[in-house]
C-alpha cells in the first residue's frame, strides 16, 4: 500500500516533487480533455445507457457535478480550438478560466483572448472580459426570496438523473454573494440578505431621502462604505485627518504600539503584507493584518516606525516559527487557547451563577408580592366588608382593618372589635350593636 506520509522528505525535494506533480497534472489534465472530447464526439456514452456525456461523467466516471460540468464545457471548447489542450498542458490556463472564456471564443478572437488571459486568475479574466465585452448595468431592486427547504423535504424531491443530457451549472438554493464585472469600472453585486440588514438598508435609504432622493442602491452602498471605511481605518492604525500634535508618540515599549507609528507602518506598507519570498515574490495579503516587531519583544524590539511593519497572520506566525522555534511556538498557542478556555469557562459561571442569583432574588421578591397580596385580600374579604355595611367609608374600613393586622389569628367578632376602637368618639348606632351582635351569633 502506497504511503502518503512525506515527512521524510527534505524541504527542497518537497518543493521538487510538488512542482513535478503539478506539471505532470496539467499534461494529465490535457489528456483527460483529450479523451473526454474524443468519447463526448463518438457518443460513446449511448452504448453505455446514459443519454449524455454528462451524465456518463457523473455516474459512470464518477466525477462530481461540477467537475464534470467544468471538463466537458473546456473539452468541446478545446475540441474547436486545440491551442486549449496546449494553454492547459504548459499551465497558461486552468479549467475554469477555460470555462469563463469559452462563451466569447471564436475564430477571430480565440488567438488574442488564449494570450491575453494566459497566467491570469478568474477574477482577472472577468476583467479583461468585462473591458472587451461590456455588458449593461444590472438594474438596482431588493428581492426577497423564500426560506431554504428542510433537509428531509430536500431528501424526498424526487431525483432525476437522465433529465440534465447537456453539462449546466449546478443550482443551490442558496447562491453565494458575488461581484461580477460587466464593463470598465461597472460591477454588479449578487447576494442575498436578511430581515435585520434589509431593515437597516430601508432605515438608510430613509435617513439619505434628502441627498439622495432616489434612494439608489448604489448611492447608499458607497455612502455607507465610506463611513464604515473610515471607522474600521481608525480602529485599525489610528487613523485620522487631524491628529492630535501633543499626543504623537513614535515609540512604544513592549507590545504597546503608537497611534502615529500605526499609521506610517501602514502607509508605508500601504495596507498589505510585507513578506518577500527568496524569489522577489510579496505575499499579496490585504487583510487579517497584523504590526509585526522586526525584533522581538521577548528580545527587548521597540515599537518604531523603522522597526515594525505588516504582516498578514499566516507570515507572522511563519516569522515567529523561524525566530523561537516550531514546538515553542505551538507550546505557546496551546498555552493561550487553555488561558482563553479558562476565562470564557470562569465567565460563563459567573455569569451562570448571576443569572441564578438574580433569578432566586426575583422569585423570593415575586413570592414576598403574592403573599403580601393574598393577605391585602383576605383582610379585605374578612374586616372591610363588615365596616363597610356598618355605613363607614372605605378608606375609613381600610384604616380600621390595619388595627388587625397584629392579630391575624384572632376570631372575626375581635377584629371586627379591634377595628371600630378606632372610632370611639362616634357614638354606637342601634345597626352597629345589631352587626356587633350579629358577628358573635355567626362566629
Not at 451549472?169 to 442575498?192: D, G, M
Not at 421578591?365 to 393577605?375: K, N, P
Request: with cysteine; hydrophobic share 40%; aromatic share 6%.
Amino acid at each position: 500500500m502506497k504511503s502518503y506520509s512525506l515527512s521524510h522528505l527534505s524541504d527542497q525535494t518537497l518543493l521538487r516533487d510538488l512542482a513535478a506533480l503539478v506539471a505532470q497534472d496539467r499534461t494529465t489534465t490535457a489528456a483527460l480533455l483529450a479523451h473526454v472530447a474524443e468519447v463526448d464526439a463518438r457518443k460513446l456514452y449511448l452504448p453505455a445507457a446514459y443519454p449524455s456525456m454528462y451524465l456518463y461523467c457523473v455516474h459512470e466516471l464518477r466525477l462530481s457535478e461540477d467537475t464534470a460540468f467544468k471538463r466537458i464545457r473546456a473539452a468541446r471548447a478545446a475540441r474547436r480550438f486545440p491551442a486549449i489542450f496546449t494553454a492547459v498542458a504548459e499551465g497558461r490556463l486552468g479549467l475554469s478560466a477555460v470555462v469563463l472564456l469559452t462563451p466569447y471564443l471564436s475564430e477571430e478572437t480565440v488567438d488574442e483572448l488564449l494570450a491575453a488571459a494566459a497566467f491570469k486568475t478568474n477574477c482577472e479574466i472577468d476583467q479583461l472580459l468585462a473591458q472587451r465585452f461590456p455588458r449593461p448595468d444590472v438594474p438596482s431592486q431588493v428581492q426577497a426570496i423564500g426560506p431554504a427547504l428542510p433537509t428531509d423535504q430536500l431528501a424526498a424531491r424526487p431525483v432525476e438523473p437522465f433529465e440534465q443530457h447537456a453539462p449546466g451549472p449546478v443550482q443551490t438554493l442558496a447562491q453565494r454573494a458575488k461581484v461580477t464585472p460587466l464593463s470598465p469600472e461597472r460591477f454588479a453585486l449578487h447576494l442575498t440578505i436578511g430581515q435585520g440588514t434589509h431593515d437597516k438598508l430601508r432605515y438608510a435609504q430613509a435617513l439619505l431621502g434628502h441627498p439622495v432622493p432616489s434612494g439608489d442602491l448604489a448611492q447608499v452602498l458607497d455612502r455607507a462604505l465610506e463611513a464604515l471605511i473610515v471607522a474600521l481605518e481608525n480602529r485599525k492604525f489610528a487613523a485620522t485627518s487631524r491628529p492630535r500634535p501633543g499626543q504623537r508618540r513614535t515609540t512604544g515599549g513592549g507590545r504597546y504600539i503608537p497611534a502615529a507609528v500605526k499609521r506610517l507602518v501602514w502607509e508605508r506598507d500601504a495596507g498589505r503584507c510585507s513578506f518577500v519570498s527568496e524569489a522577489g515574490q510579496r505575499c499579496p495579503a490585504r487583510t487579517r493584518l497584523e504590526f509585526d516587531h522586526l525584533d522581538p519583544v521577548a528580545r527587548g524590539g521597540q515599537a518604531t516606525a523603522a522597526r515594525m511593519r505588516l504582516r498578514c497572520r499566516a507570515h507572522n506566525q511563519y516569522e515567529a516559527e523561524r525566530t523561537f522555534g516550531a514546538g515553542f511556538m505551538s507550546e505557546k498557542r496551546d498555552a493561550r487557547r487553555a488561558a482563553a478556555a479558562a476565562r470564557t469557562a470562569t465567565r460563563a459561571a459567573a455569569a451562570k451563577a448571576s443569572a441564578e442569583a438574580v433569578a432566586r432574588a426575583s422569585a423570593e421578591a415575586a413570592a414576598t408580592m403574592r403573599a403580601e397580596a393574598a393577605a391585602e385580600r383576605a383582610r379585605e374579604r374578612d374586616v372591610i366588608p363588615w365596616l363597610r355595611q356598618l355605613g363607614f367609608r372605605a378608606d375609613e374600613a381600610r384604616r380600621a382593618a390595619a388595627q388587625c393586622e397584629s392579630i391575624p389569628d384572632a376570631p372575626l367578632e375581635e377584629r371586627v372589635r379591634v377595628a371600630l376602637s378606632c372610632f370611639h368618639g362616634r357614638p354606637p348606632s342601634d345597626g352597629l350593636r345589631r352587626a356587633v351582635g350579629g358577628l358573635g351569633t355567626a362566629a
